[in-house]
């Protein structure tokens, strides 16, 4: 079965330094993985996704993620962190059947402090 | 716009009403979603529906019942309603399993 793991439930940075929020996956088969962001209060905006091409991937605002299948892992950077990144970050990988179900990791929190 | 969206935004109730939920989305998306997001933010998926036919239904009470007039549509529509049925339920859709969904705002429902 599939499953993600977060790493850190809560990462707190300073304005204009790097972040990094882990995630480790399970899975079975070659996975299709996924990093959204919610704001307080919002529904939840895809950042990026990997779909066994490229295994740097970059997406919106400035984040990537680079799919490492001998670690099994698919961690988000941002070289520079900016106040608005402040969010609840969700690693979710894909059910490999033509459901489409996704399954979400427990979400890190993210503080940017000034 | 095109977007997915939701309504209520908000929903407050009694125990024990029934209360429905709508969604629509106008990107052509064949697959809609329901999933819940408990109080520490956990999201797990409840239903899907792709093209009007129900291919996903978690374990999920029967009091939660979708329907799905069209493919733009999915409602959630809640029977005898539970304190633990308050959380924030999303509404997502999407074309096919690689591109990742698009999310509704939400619909926070307190149940009193």
């Known amino acids: 079965a599939q499953s993600v793991t977060q790493l850190d439930s809560h990462v707190s940075v300073s304005e204009g330094t790097p972040v990094l929020l882990r995630c480790n996956y399970s899975?079975?088969?070659?996975?299709?993985l996924f990093w959204y962001v919610q704001h307080p209060n919002k529904g939840l905006q895809l950042l990026l996704k990997?779909?066994?091409?490229?295994?740097l991937v970059k997406g919106i605002n400035g984040f990537e993620a680079e799919f490492k299948k001998s670690e099994t892992s698919f961690h988000l950077t941002k070289p520079s962190a900016h106040m608005s990144d402040a969010a609840e970050y969700f690693c979710?990988?894909?059910?490999?059947?033509?459901?489409?179900?996704?399954?979400f990791g427990q979400g890190t929190t993210l503080q940017v402090k000034p | 716009d095109t977007a997915v969206s939701q309504t209520p935004k908000y929903l407050v109730t009694q125990m024990g009403n029934d209360k429905s939920i709508k969604c629509e989305q106008n990107?052509?998306?064949?697959?809609m979603y329901w999933y819940k997001q408990d109080s520490k933010k956990f999201l797990k998926i409840m239903f899907s529906?792709?093209?009007?036919?129900?291919?996903i239904n978690e374990t999920v009470p029967n009091r939660f019942s979708p329907k799905s007039p069209d493919k733009a549509h999915l409602n959630l529509h809640i029977n005898s309603l539970e304190l633990g049925d308050s959380a924030v339920y999303f509404c997502?859709?999407?074309?096919?399993?690689?591109?990742?969904?698009?999310f509704g705002s939400g619909t926070r429902l307190t149940v009193v």
């Open positions: 997502a859709s999407s074309p096919s399993i690689a591109d990742g969904y698009t």
């Open positions: 990107l052509g998306h064949d697959t």
């Open positions: 899975s079975s088969y070659s996975p299709s």
């Open positions: 990997y779909t066994s091409a490229a295994t």
């Open positions: 529906y792709n093209n009007k036919e129900l291919i």
């Open positions: 979710v990988v894909s059910e490999p059947s033509n459901t489409g179900k996704l399954i």
